[in-house]
């Protein structure tokens, strides 16, 4: 009897990142750059709607981007992973008896689920998620601001990483809903602390800037177990990053989580500052801004984008 052949398959092809995103910025820049800015923070609404850009970064540090991707905006609730990450390494796993891990299904500012849910926030993302989370570093840091700004620039290696004063002072300007949600959950003494002290925490965490190269960089560490391969900074356990990653994936992009795992197929955060984070575990980190906004609040060209990418690569995680 003859022995079993082998199957023999070929390695695929390294995917050649910069000629397909410049296949990308001419296929985008055909398409309508409809939706409004997030004009009810007063300081986003003067951002230029025409901006569009993208940077890939992978894991051995190929960088790869196209348009806009090297001017700083506010990246808004994707900075919420970020403090999710500080705060998780800082209370273990009793973090989760104050915030749960579902979707929301719900929008992200929903007093109605809150009160339903008896003060404890359907996952770290959404509004009064992420304000639990901004009283735990209250509780848990000395100086809160600057130690979590110090944490993102540590994992990161860009120093100069910082908030936006402006920008805080927009969002405290208009933070009403924000101040009923902490109230609320004050009610249910699931808030710690003084509650002015936590929302200017959670305002300025808000207001961080980067470019969509720095953000790429930034949260390589998700794709990588854990530690950023370009600093060789351990954020979190591989079993946290897993856990952060799969939060992503449920419930980054408010009520549209589902039709990004849909079309896109990566764990993400999105914020209304047009901006988007993607993962893909292994690989990459992409991220993407356009500032106009689809209406659950989600950058409709950044959507896109993504979808083009992962479609035309077959880099989706499922």
Same mark, same amino acid.
């Given at each position: 009897?003859?022995p079993?052949m082998?199957?023999s398959?070929?390695?695929?092809?390294p995917?050649?990142y910069q000629t397909?995103?410049s296949?990308?910025?001419?296929a985008?820049a055909?398409?309508k750059?409809?939706?409004?800015?997030?004009?009810?923070?007063?300081?986003?609404g003067?951002i230029?709607?025409?901006?569009?850009?993208a940077?890939?970064?992978?894991?051995?540090?190929?960088n790869?981007?196209?348009?806009d991707?090297? %001017?700083?905006f506010s990246i808004?609730s994707i900075?919420?992973v970020l403090a999710?990450?500080?705060a998780y390494? $800082?209370?273990?796993?009793?973090?989760?008896?104050?915030?749960?891990?579902?979707?929301?299904?719900?929008?992200?500012n929903?007093l109605?689920q809150?009160e339903?849910e008896k003060g404890i926030p359907r996952?770290?993302f959404?509004?009064?998620g992420?304000?639990?989370?901004c009283?735990?570093?209250?509780s848990?840091?000395q100086?809160?601001?600057?130690e979590?700004l %110090?944490f993102?620039?540590?994992l990161?290696?860009?120093?100069?990483?910082?908030?936006h004063p402006?920008v805080a002072?927009?969002e405290?300007?208009?933070g009403f809903?924000?101040?009923?949600?902490?109230n609320?959950m004050k009610?249910y003494?699931?808030?710690?602390?003084?509650?002015d002290?936590?929302l200017d925490v959670?305002?300025?965490?808000?207001s961080?800037?980067m470019?969509?190269r720095e953000?790429?960089?930034?949260?390589?560490?998700?794709a990588?177990?854990?530690?950023?391969?370009?600093?060789?900074?351990?954020?979190?356990?591989?079993i946290?990053t897993k856990r952060i990653n799969a939060?992503m994936q449920?419930c980054?992009?408010y009520?549209?989580? +589902?039709?990004?795992?849909?079309?896109v197929? $990566?764990?993400?955060?999105s914020?209304?500052?047009?901006?988007?984070i993607?993962?893909?575990? +292994?690989k990459?980190?992409v991220?993407v801004?356009?500032?106009?906004?689809?209406k659950?609040?989600n950058?409709r060209?950044g959507m896109k984008?993504?979808?083009?990418?992962?479609t035309?690569?077959?880099?989706?995680?499922?």
């Amino acid at each position: 009897m003859r022995p079993a052949m082998a199957c023999s398959m070929k390695p695929e092809p390294p995917i050649d990142y910069q000629t397909l995103f410049s296949e990308l910025a001419v296929a985008i820049a055909k398409t309508k750059n409809d939706g409004k800015v997030a004009s009810y923070i007063p300081e986003l609404g003067n951002i230029d709607p025409a901006k569009c850009g993208a940077h890939l970064t992978t894991i051995d540090n190929g960088n790869f981007g196209f348009g806009d991707s090297e %001017e700083k905006f506010s990246i808004q609730s994707i900075s919420k992973v970020l403090a999710l990450a500080l705060a998780y390494e $800082l209370e273990d796993e009793q973090l989760w008896q104050r915030v749960d891990v579902e979707p929301s299904g719900t929008p992200f500012n929903s007093l109605v689920q809150l009160e339903y849910e008896k003060g404890i926030p359907r996952n770290p993302f959404i509004n009064p998620g992420a304000l639990v989370i901004c009283d735990i570093l209250v509780s848990r840091l000395q100086h809160p601001r600057k130690e979590f700004l %110090e944490f993102v620039r540590k994992l990161s290696g860009i120093a100069t990483i910082d908030y936006h004063p402006e920008v805080a002072a927009s969002e405290k300007l208009t933070g009403f809903k924000n101040a009923a949600l902490i109230n609320l959950m004050k009610s249910y003494g699931n808030i710690k602390n003084d509650i002015d002290r936590v929302l200017d925490v959670y305002f300025h965490l808000c207001s961080i800037e980067m470019s969509c190269r720095e953000l790429a960089q930034t949260f390589l560490f998700l794709a990588a177990d854990g530690v950023n391969p370009l600093t060789n900074v351990r954020v979190t356990s591989a079993i946290k990053t897993k856990r952060i990653n799969a939060i992503m994936q449920l419930c980054g992009f408010y009520d549209q989580a +589902g039709e990004f795992a849909f079309d896109v197929g $990566l764990p993400g955060k999105s914020g209304v500052g047009g901006g988007i984070i993607a993962i893909h575990p +292994g690989k990459f980190s992409v991220a993407v801004w356009s500032p106009r906004l689809n209406k659950r609040g989600n950058s409709r060209r950044g959507m896109k984008i993504l979808e083009l990418l992962t479609t035309r690569t077959h880099s989706s995680i499922f």
